[in-house]
Nanobody, 122 residues
Framework: QVQLVESGGGLVQAGGSLRLSCAAS????????MGWYRQAPGKQRELVAT???????IYAGPVKGRFTISRDNAKNTVYLQMNSLKPEDTAVYYC????????????????WGKGTLVTVSS
């Protein structure tokens, strides 16, 4: 069983910064891609950023230059540093990790965290 726990969300004023963390625990053999997604009220979940095990990154257009995704493979943790936050960044942020478990299928399975709320006030 694999669990993902996010932390770091909260209320911040426009222009401020927050750092999200997402740690995976359980019977983990390895983790491939890690990513952050967000879902604003009344909208579909959307990609924010992803990072491969080797460190290659992809960012959604609206966050490029403001957000930075990183990972610590030894800690099975992915981070999202969010700077210059805007009210339109308000959403529940979810992490996803592609995990190869110690026991089970020998391919990566996507696991999701429960989400952490980020609210940016104007």
């Amino acid at each position: 069983q694999v669990q993902l726990v996010e932390s770091g969300g909260g209320l911040v004023q426009a222009g401020g910064s927050l750092r999200l963390s997402c740690a995976a625990s359980g019977s983990i053999f390895s983790i491939n891609a890690m990513g952050w997604y967000r879902q604003a009220p009344g909208k579909q979940r959307e990609l924010v950023a992803t990072i491969t095990r080797g460190g290659s990154t992809i960012y959604a257009g609206p966050v490029k230059g403001r957000f930075t995704i990183s990972r610590d493979n030894a800690k099975n943790t992915v981070y999202l540093q969010m700077n210059s936050l805007k009210p339109e960044d308000t959403a529940v942020y979810y992490c996803k990790q592609a995990v190869v478990a110690v026991v089970g299928p020998h391919y990566a399975v996507d696991y999701w965290g429960k989400g952490t709320l980020v609210t940016v006030s104007s």
